[in-house]
């Protein structure tokens, strides 16, 4: 099984420009991101629409590939960097990991862990989950919740609290129930990746500004997966203070 891990960037972030080149200690983020994600795929490619970032990659040594500006999401930028690596290489994968830019620590086994799922041929999508330990994380609309099967397949993702736990106070939910939170890293069959993003918004994508909804309307399925590790994600300079002086990196 041939697995491409491709790491979207870019550079116009609207709450942290310029975001991939921010330095983490002596290295930008993009090249942690980069590294940690090499440790589990031989074949790892930053796909941006910027050409400092492009620059970037290769002056470490890493591959990148150039995309159009215009797209919507991480997916969509994913499914053409697919297309074109594989003209250069001249090969198909199988399996595309879509890697976040943001997470400098990402551990190099939950992606392993992803890749695995495939091994059973009728997955077509894939995702991690993670107990959620708080009630603070609970209630948090920036908290993604998703409600799976017991084939751990997604029924569904929301940013409300799922399911509602009639007749019990709010401070109990979490006692009455074990709930999962997503984390936004997904892998797809190469075929499907192409097919998904072709898809018009539907409106379950659209309620609660969740793309993967898109695809359980249209009659996807995603399996889950539960990890107990949920890497530090990089969304405002302020969220990058905190990571240099809690993990002091090099």
């Known amino acids: 099984m041939k697995v491409l891990g491709i790491i979207p960037a870019r550079f116009k972030s609207t709450r942290f420009p310029g975001k991939p080149l921010a330095m983490i200690g002596s290295k930008p983020m993009i090249q942690r991101v980069y590294e940690q994600a090499s440790k589990a795929f031989d074949d790892v490619v930053v796909a941006t629409d910027d050409d400092k970032i492009f ?77 959620i330990e708080t009630e603070e994380e609970l209630f948090n609309e920036n908290a993604v919740k998703v409600v799976k099967n017991l084939n751990n397949e997604a029924l569904y993702f929301s940013r409300f609290p799922i399911p509602f736990m009639r007749g019990v106070e709010k401070q109990a939910w979490k006692e009455k129930h074990t709930y999962f939170k997503h984390i936004g890293v997904y892998a797809y069959r190469y075929d499907v990746l192409q097919k998904i993003t072709i898809l018009p918004q539907s409106s379950l994508e659209l309620s609660e500004k969740l793309e993967q909804n898109r695809w359980l309307e249209n009659g996807y399925k995603i399996k889950v997966s539960e990890t107990d590790f949920q890497s530090l994600a990089v969304d405002t300079p302020e969220d990058l203070d905190k990571i240099i002086k809690t993990m002091n990196p090099d």
């Open 55 to 131: 620059s970037n990659v290769q002056s470490f040594g890493g591959k990148a590939v150039m995309t159009s500006e215009n797209h919507q999401s991480g997916t969509d930028r994913c499914a053409e960097a697919a297309v074109v690596y594989n003209q250069c290489k001249e090969q198909e994968f199988d399996v595309v990991i879509n890697i976040q830019g943001d997470e400098p620590f990402i551990k190099p086994q939950q992606l392993k862990q992803l890749a695995e799922l495939f091994e059973d041929k009728t997955v077509q999508i894939a995702t991690l989950v993670k107990k």
